[in-house]
């Protein structure tokens, strides 16, 4: 992490689970495509099309995004929720919840008029593999892989058995806060979305989707059947615009910019390395949870501990330790909701260098 930011002194290193710290690049990005007129260039010029196409090569090499999953940008995460369900769902939708975000997804798609099932545990829980039963009417299944809300993180061996006990129904996988660190076998998903302002490290406001061939024809099936699939934001519409590496709106040009240009250094550093990184850093944390006299780990179960997400109990109350983290300069998340005044998350992005998080470490332990 830089502690300067164009010649400036950085207030804060922000170690929330989102929005975040921005990676390291991003303003020299951002000026760089100041100067290049990035951001007044037409939506339907050869130069958008081409920053387009080279952004979604950047995402798709990131995280393993197979050639035939079309690539789409929306608003953002949420956003993605509700166009899966317009999209492949005509009367059923099923859904994992272990906590807000899970729980929004439902919402969602009852809100759309849909029965939306769902297989519930407790917040701070996963889901193992013997304890459900899917309907086989599901239309869809919806899984949080991280749910950013409690620091649970689901092995992605899950996913995989879903799909071995419901190989009829889409199955969408949000990954807002688990990626790009996260490696998904594409075989077993069909709708896989991120927002950018978590693990890319960006500015909020871009919702990106990988769409499978299943998925498209499945929308196609139903508005071939009469069915709204929704209007500019159907998976056919922005098919329809994407083949000209286009968007039906005037789309965050800034976002989608920005999203090419971290990818790019992503990729530079190595996925690997950024994985490994995650990897050691998670484990700093984990290890000044453990050590320190008054954290306790939040998620009961170690095979579920989220390696982006770490959330901690903190004894006599959270407010104290958060205000001293920022007198430090660090920003560190509080509990979600009934847990803020109790509870502390702390995000492990690859914005978050390892130099940053071991000093991070002395404040939790002492
Ligand atoms: C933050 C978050 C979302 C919502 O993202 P938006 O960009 O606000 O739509 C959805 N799912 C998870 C797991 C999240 O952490």
């Given at each position: 992490m830089q502690d300067t930011i164009l010649g400036k002194k950085k207030e804060f290193a922000y170690f929330t689970p989102g929005p975040s710290e921005l990676y390291p690049t991003v303003a020299?990005?951002?000026?760089?495509?100041?100067?290049?007129?990035?951001?007044?260039?037409?939506?339907?010029?050869?130069?958008?099309?081409?920053?387009?196409?080279?952004?979604?090569?950047?995402?798709?090499?990131?995280?393993?995004?197979?050639?035939?999953?079309?690539?789409?940008?929306?608003?953002?995460?949420t956003e993605w929720m509700e166009r899966s369900i317009e999209n492949c769902v005509e009367r059923e939708s099923f859904h994992f919840v272990n906590g807000a975000f899970s729980k929004k997804f439902k919402d969602i798609a009852a809100d759309l008029g849909r029965d939306a099932k769902a297989f519930e545990v407790p917040f701070g829980e996963g889901f193992t593999l013997d304890a459900f039963d899917i309907p086989r009417t599901a239309e869809l299944i919806a899984i949080t892989h991280n749910e950013t809300s409690s620091g649970v993180m689901l092995p992605v061996s899950f996913i995989e058995e879903v799909r071995h006990r419901a190989p009829e129904s889409i199955i969408a996988v949000d990954i807002v806060s688990s990626a790009p660190y996260v490696e998904l076998d594409y075989a077993h998903v069909d709708i896989v979305f991120f927002s950018v302002q978590k693990g890319f490290g960006l500015p909020a406001g871009l919702g990106v989707a990988a769409v499978s061939p299943r998925a498209l024809a499945r929308a196609e099936e139903r508005k071939n059947a009469g069915r709204s699939i929704g209007s500019f934001h159907s998976f056919l519409s922005l098919a329809e615009k994407d083949a000209k590496h286009q968007t039906p709106e005037t789309p965050n040009v800034l976002g989608i910019h920005l999203l090419g240009e971290v990818c790019k250094d992503l990729l530079a550093k190595g996925m690997d390395e950024v994985r490994r990184e995650t990897d050691e850093k998670a484990a700093l944390l984990y290890k000044a949870v453990a050590e320190s006299p008054f954290l306790k780990p939040a998620v009961a179960d170690e095979a579920f501990r989220s390696r982006t997400v770490v959330p901690a109990e903190v004894e006599g109350g959270s407010a104290p330790l958060i205000a001293r983290a920022k007198e430090q300069g660090f920003i560190i998340g509080s509990g979600y909701k009934e847990r803020k005044a109790s509870h502390i998350r702390i995000a492990n992005f690859p914005a978050h260098s390892v130099e940053a998080v071991r000093e991070l470490t002395h404040i939790l332990t002492t």
């Open positions: 020299d990005h951002l000026a760089d495509g100041l100067v290049r007129g990035v951001f007044s260039i037409s939506h339907r010029s050869e130069a958008f099309m081409a920053l387009s196409e080279v952004t979604k090569e950047a995402v798709r090499a990131v995280l393993g995004i197979p050639a035939d999953f079309r690539i789409f940008f929306a608003g953002s995460a």
